[in-house]
Structure formats: structure tokens, C-alpha cells
């Protein structure tokens, strides 16, 4: 990367200093110095006089963002990354590069790899990794209980130690109510976050898909809104109890959407995450068995979709996470009941969540907020920003640009989209992460 | 037509010329001779990763009596715990240049899923808790047989729908055909079928009331304490066909059963061996719809 670089005349959205309009952002030595806006302040007007001489400076930069979007790299607060144990589904090396070409610039991923990441040496292990192999920043969840079991807490403090910013039992749900309540109440020594997979299994065993007139149809086996709603409603009952920071993974239902907005009401200290699946298709993707549009929880119908949309909007869901969940072709080639759940989410995301602000129902800036400035501070992370000083870890978005999604083009490996030939509007052309700056334009 | 996956992927003109072709084939069966060369050269795997006798069996029989060469292919246990993929088990099949797969799967779907995978005629044999299209075939064409249509009729299908392919595919011809569906059962065992425009009735004694026809389905015992119902005994008190629920129905009602019985659970012996009953008629007929639809289907078109 050039010691200098300036991004000029981009529409800088940055919700952390509240800046939405056209300016320039200078970068040196991969922190950014400086951000100068166009409109208003006198001071930006006098410094016109007194622009950058291009010629005079080696090893710089222009980067000419007329038109475009610059925004703060994304924070993808639930990924997951599969390394250890599943590295034919994703690596660390491959995750972290799809992430980038997705706009995305910090990761959070989930502790369901094998080993569990439910002691500091998986962690420290991820984090190595990372640091050596990874092209964006990686922060480890750490699992709520050893092994994912269920049974007994894990090291949270050791983890915190080491680098775990959250923990998660994500993809299995804490069943038993007392472990879930010691759970919100010890973390609160390390002021972190506790990840909550909300499913009740005994709801939704042996089912593969939402449950309803079309679970019928297909001859699959349903799981019910009730699985979803009937375990938020527990873990927002025992947040209020305990005080401790209760953060919702991937609300899919009317009805979490729902008690997740009267909780806040009451003030009952919780966030909420949604991801672009959940908003954007209903359980119709299914149709015909298709294994990619098989996922946990399940594709919804229309009126939850609504909800989802509508929670986004009035802010009773704070966050858009990708549920980022690569497997490999030959374990979605199977039986739909047998097939894996998941969507290969990091390289559709941001164009999904375009999707939302060219149907009016967000504007950039609160897209932003909910993919940068949010999950950084529900995370307690530096990242999302573009503040004087931080990393320059930045994106920027073409809105106008139109293309096709391809997953035999992805980055990751995993190719499981149910989004496969759909049409997007808006992606990420550049993204500046870790000192290396990345123009997507290139490949077309 | 390549493949019979569904009743649902069938549309009315099909599902006719299937039964028109069917009566043709009973009277072939009624013959001395009971073979035809009409598929003379085509070979068929019945490709079964579920235990099954009584359609094994029919199948078995229609593709001889269609003069084809016959593969068996008993896998008993799902492809995911032997090790090898169920594409890689339909691949290998294929690559003997078989011309139909008559498969039977615990998983739904798996039909649709080889059909688009392969060049032969893909005939599903009973797949998870979707569907069993020959089975409705022949239960419609049993009907017709006795009442002379199905448009108009009152159709009472009694007992575990949720978990019943024969109940799916039943509802999806005779909704087809202007039949008029009651469904009866314990409400932890009906499914939302509302779009399908039937009735639900959790009282046999409402539910049977001056019905045409009477099907009931057969009780998985395993279904047992996992809480659809306490007993078979209180099931067979509540839900059982006898010969006084039998009174409700029509005179001239008739009772169907897929197979096998659980007699004294879901129904009593006087009612399953009484003259209302045309359970061995459903077995006979099974053959020849069986073979019409394959030789409608055809097989793998050498050129194609």
C-alpha cells in the first residue's frame, strides 16, 4: 500500500462521527489522519487553497470516489469461519478474504468449529492464524459452555483474556434455563456480550424448514415460530433478572421481533441482530428441495419477513449480521433433511442490505450503523469507524452497480447461496483493509 | 412426462390417462397369460432405502408383467451412515443403463432430487412424509371402480395425516377432482392442509357422518409416547373404525386401508373383513396402475 493515500470526493457516511455528505479522507501510513468535508465548514474551504500536490509526494495514492459511497469497513458481528476442524467448508485464509471482498473489515466468528473454541488455546490458535494468514481482523466468540454441551460454563474470563470479545453457543441453543442465567450473570465481570441462539430444540427436532401449509406441502418436517419466539422470551426474562448483556443471533420471527421491542421498552438492557436472508426471502426458497436455502433458523414467511423489516427500521433490531455459514457442495448435495443448514453470506451481504435502503426502508446511514458502529459497540471493538487515528479500514460502495451473483466466483469456498443468478444493485468496489487496498473492479 | 415424483406435479388430463391405461392393464390381468411385451428390453431398478414388502412386491410384479428386466437395490440404511452419498448411489445405478428407478426414501424430496440428477424415468415409490403417488393412483382408481367417479364424493381419511404420504397424495388427486375431504384424526396429527379446502374433524362420530368413503391409514406404533397419543388403546376407543362407527357412513360406504393393518388399533376385524371392505381390490389394482404408469413414463429415451 502507498504511504499516502487520499479517497476524494467520495459521500463519506461514517455514523460514529455522525458525517454523511462529500469530502476527502486522507490516509497515511494505514491509519486515517484526516477527513475533510466539502460542504459548510469554513475551515473545509479555506484548506481548499491548500490541496494535495499528487506530483511532489512518492508512493501516493488518489483514489477518485466521485460518486460513490465511503464508508467504514463493516463489522460482521456472527461468522463463521470454520477453522479449526472444517477447513474443506473455509479456512481463516479464505473467510477473511471474502469478508474483505464483501465490504467487510472485522469478523466475529462463532465458536463451533472443532475443537470448540471453548478454551484459550483454540483461541489464541484463531487468533495466531488470523494475524498470519487473515485479510481482515478476526475476533473470536468463545463458546458459552465446554464443548458446546450444554452442561457447564466454559473459561469466559481465560477467553476474555486471550481475546474473545463475545460468547456463543451459536448453532445450539443453552436449553437449560439456570446454566443460561449463570451465564449472563458471570459475564457480567467481563462486561461481554452473551450471544443467544434462541431455539427451543424440543419445538423443533427433526424439522428442516419453517413449519406451516408449505412444510406440509413439501412433505418436510416444521419448525415453528414458537421454537424461536418460546427461547427469546426466556433469555429476555433472565437478562432482566441478571442485568447481564443479552445480544439475540439471527431473529427470523414476527414474534422475537416482537418481544425484543417490548423488552426494550421496559429497558431491559438487550440488542438484537438480524441477517440479510431473514429480511430479503421467505420460506418459498425452499421450494423444489433446495438445500442452500436450508438454514437455522429457517427461512420465514412473508409477515415475518415484514416484521424483521420493520424491527430494522424502528431500531428494535440493532445489527445486520451475515450468519456467514460456508459448507462444502458435496454436504449440500444430500437429502434436504440430511443437508447441513447454512448460507454463504459475506460476499451477497452488503448488496442485500442496499437492498433495504433502495426499497426505502433504511437510509445508508442507518445501514451503516447497523453493519459498523452498533456491532463495534455492542462488541466493545475500535472498528467501524473512520475517527482521526483508527485503522484505515474502509469500503466503498458503487450503488449503481449491477451484477449477478455467481457463487462459482465467490471467495469463500462455500457456494451455498440461495441468492445464486439473483440480480443485485449496489456492492463494494474497493475495500482498504490491513494496509492492502483491494479493487473488486478489476475482476468485473 | 419423464418422471412421476408427486400427485402434485400431476394435472387432471394425467391422472385420467393414467387410470384409462390401468383398466386396460386389469384386463390383462384377469387373462391366463398375464405378460405383456409392452416394455420388452427396458430395464428397472427398484431402488428402496426403506423397508417395504407389500409395494416392493407390486412393483416387482407390474414391471414383470411389463416384460422389463428387473434390479433390486435394497440399501437399508440412510446413504449418510453407509458412507457413500445418495448422488454417488443414483450415479452408479445409473451408469448400468437402467431405464426407470422406482424409489423408496425416508427422506422427502429425494425423488425430485434424483430426477434432476438422471436421464431415467424417476417413479417415486414413497418418499419421507411427502408423497406416494401410485398408492393414490390406485386408490382412485379402486374408488372409481366402485362408485363410478370421484367428483361430488364425501372421503372420510382417518388417523395419522401429519405423518402419512398415502394421506398426502389422496388429498392432492381427490381435491383435484372435486371429492369432498374430511380428515379425522387426533388434532397432534392433522397438519395445516387449509389450502387444500378440506374439512377437519377430531370426532370420528362428526367426521364419518354419511361419508362415501372411508380410508384409513395405517398407526406407526412408534408414534406411541412421543405424546401424538397416550395409547393404542385409547386411540382404537376414540378413532377406531367398528362396525357402529361403520353405521354412520353411507349404506353403501366403502372402507380402504393402504397396508398393512393394525387390526384392534386403528381397525376392527369385523369392519376390515366385512363386504364394505375393498382393502384386497386396492392390492390387485396397485399391479395394473403400477404398470401404467410405467409404461406411460416409458423409460429412458435411448435418443433424447
Known amino acids: ?444 | 412426462m419423464k418422471d412421476l415424483v408427486g400427485i402434485k406435479e400431476l394435472d387432471r388430463d394425467d391422472i385420467e390417462r393414467i387410470l384409462d391405461t390401468a383398466a386396460s392393464f386389469k384386463d390383462v390381468l384377469k387373462r391366463d397369460i398375464k405378460k405383456v411385451p409392452a416394455l420388452r428390453g427396458k430395464t428397472v431398478v427398484n431402488l428402496f432405502f426403506e423397508p417395504s414388502t407389500r409395494t416392493k412386491t407390486s412393483f416387482e410384479l407390474a414391471e414383470k408383467r411389463l416384460s422389463t428386466d428387473v434390479l433390486n437395490f435394497s440399501v437399508p440404511t440412510s446413504s449418510v451412515v453407509k458412507g457413500e452419498s445418495l448422488l454417488d448411489t443414483v450415479r452408479t445405478i445409473e451408469a448400468y443403463g437402467v431405464d426407470f428407478i422406482v424409489i423408496r426414501h425416508s427422506s422427502s424430496g429425494v425423488p425430485h432430487f434424483i430426477a434432476r440428477n438422471v436421464k431415467a424415468s424417476v417413479i417415486n415409490a414413497g418418499d419421507g412424509i411427502n408423497e406416494h403417488p401410485t398408492q393414490a393412483l390406485l386408490d382412485a382408481f379402486s374408488i372409481v371402480e366402485k362408485k363410478g367417479g370421484l367428483n361430488g364424493l364425501k372421503v372420510a381419511i382417518v388417523g395419522d395425516i401429519t405423518h402419512s404420504r398415502v394421506a398426502k397424495s389422496n388429498i392432492y388427486l381427490l381435491s383435484k377432482f372435486g371429492a369432498h375431504i374430511r380428515l379425522v384424526g387426533p388434532p397432534t396429527l392433522i397438519p395445516d392442509m387449509a389450502d387444500h379446502g378440506v374439512e377437519v374433524f377430531y370426532s370420528m362420530e362428526d367426521g364419518l357422518k354419511n361419508v362415501d368413503v372411508i380410508m384409513m391409514l395405517r398407526i406407526q406404533m412408534e408414534r406411541q409416547g412421543k405424546g401424538f397419543f397416550p395409547s393404542t388403546l385409547e386411540y382404537f376407543r376414540n378413532w377406531g373404525l367398528d362396525t357402529q362407527r361403520l353405521k354412520l357412513a353411507d349404506k353403501d360406504a366403502i372402507v380402504m386401508h393402504p397396508g398393512p393393518m393394525n387390526r384392534g388399533i386403528e381397525i376392527s376385524s369385523d369392519v376390515a373383513d366385512s363386504g364394505q371392505s375393498i382393502i384386497l381390490d386396492q392390492v390387485t389394482n396397485g399391479i395394473a396402475v403400477r404398470m401404467a404408469v410405467m409404461y406411460l413414463l416409458g423409460g429412458a429415451k435411448k435418443d433424447a
Open chain 1, 1 to 444: 500500500m502507498p504511504d499516502t493515500i487520499v479517497i476524494k470526493n467520495g459521500h463519506i457516511i461514517d455514523p460514529s462521527q455522525c458525517i454523511d455528505g462529500i469530502g476527502d479522507i486522507f490516509i497515511e501510513d494505514g491509519k486515517i489522519v484526516r477527513i475533510e468535508q466539502k460542504s459548510g465548514s469554513p475551515e473545509a474551504k479555506k484548506k481548499k487553497n491548500n490541496d494535495f500536490r499528487s506530483s511532489e509526494l512518492p508512493n501516493f495514492q488518489i483514489i477518485d470516489a466521485s460518486g460513490l459511497y465511503v464508508i467504514p469497513g463493516l463489522v460482521d458481528m456472527h461468522v463463521h469461519l470454520r477453522e479449526p476442524g472444517f477447513e474443506h467448508k473455509e479456512t481463516i485464509k479464505t473467510g477473511t478474504l471474502a469478508a474483505v471482498k464483501g465490504g467487510i473489515t472485522s469478523v466475529c466468528c462463532m465458536p463451533n468449529t472443532n475443537p470448540v473454541n471453548d478454551n484459550r488455546t483454540v483461541t489464541e490458535f484463531i487468533l495466531r492464524k488470523a494475524y498470519d494468514e487473515g485479510s481482515c481482523n478476526v475476533y473470536p466468540i468463545g463458546a458459552i459452555t465446554k464443548g458446546q454441551k450444554g452442561e457447564e460454563l466454559a473459561e469466559m474470563g481465560m477467553m476474555r483474556e486471550e481475546g474473545c470479545v463475545a460468547f456463543s453457543d451459536d448453532g445450539v441453543p443453552v436449553a437449560n434455563g439456570i446454566l443460561m442465567r449463570r451465564a449472563l450473570e458471570y459475564s457480567k465481570t467481563f462486561n461481554v456480550p452473551i450471544i443467544s441462539h434462541c431455539e427451543d430444540v424440543s419445538l423443533s427436532e427433526g424439522g428442516s424448514m419453517n413449519e406451516g401449509a408449505l412444510s406440509t406441502q413439501l412433505g418436510l418436517r416444521g419448525i415453528p415460530s414458537a421454537s424461536e419466539d418460546v427461547m427469546v422470551a426466556r433469555d429476555i426474562i433472565l437478562a432482566e433478572l441478571t442485568g447481564g448483556r443479552l445480544h439475540i443471533a439471527h431473529v427470523s420471527t414476527e414474534g422475537s421481533v416482537r418481544l425484543i421491542r417490548q423488552a426494550k421498552e421496559r429497558g431491559v438492557n438487550i440488542t438484537a441482530e438480524t441477517c440479510p436472508h431473514y429480511f430479503t426471502i421467505t420460506e418459498d426458497a425452499v421450494k423444489g428441495y433446495n438445500t442452500n436455502a436450508k438454514v437455522n433458523p429457517p427461512l420465514r414467511r412473508q409477515k415475518d419477513v415484514e416484521a424483521v423489516t420493520e424491527g430494522l427500521k424502528d431500531g428494535t433490531i440493532d445489527v445486520i449480521a451475515t450468519d456467514h455459514a460456508p459448507h462444502h457442495r458435496d454436504e449440500k448435495l444430500l437429502e434436504f433433511d440430511n443437508a447441513p443448514s447454512g448460507i454463504s453470506g459475506f460476499e451477497t451481504a452488503l448488496s442485500l442490505g442496499i437492498g433495504l435502503v433502495n426499497a426505502g426502508v433504511l437510509t445508508m446511514s442507518k445501514l451503516i450503523e447497523k453493519t459498523t458502529l452498533h456491532p463495534a459497540k455492542i462488541l466493545g471493538i475500535d472498528k467501524g469507524t473512520l475517527k482521526t487515528g483508527s485503522d484505515a479500514e474502509i469500503a466503498i460502495v458503487d450503488m449503481n452497480k449491477e451484477f449477478h451473483v455467481r457463487s462459482e466466483k465467490f471467495v469463500s469456498k462455500g457456494r451455498n447461496t440461495p441468492f445464486e443468478g439473483w440480480k443485485l444493485k449496489g456492492m463494494p468496489v474497493i475495500t482498504i483493509c490491513k494496509g492492502k487496498v483491494y479493487d473488486w473492479r478489476i475482476d468485473g
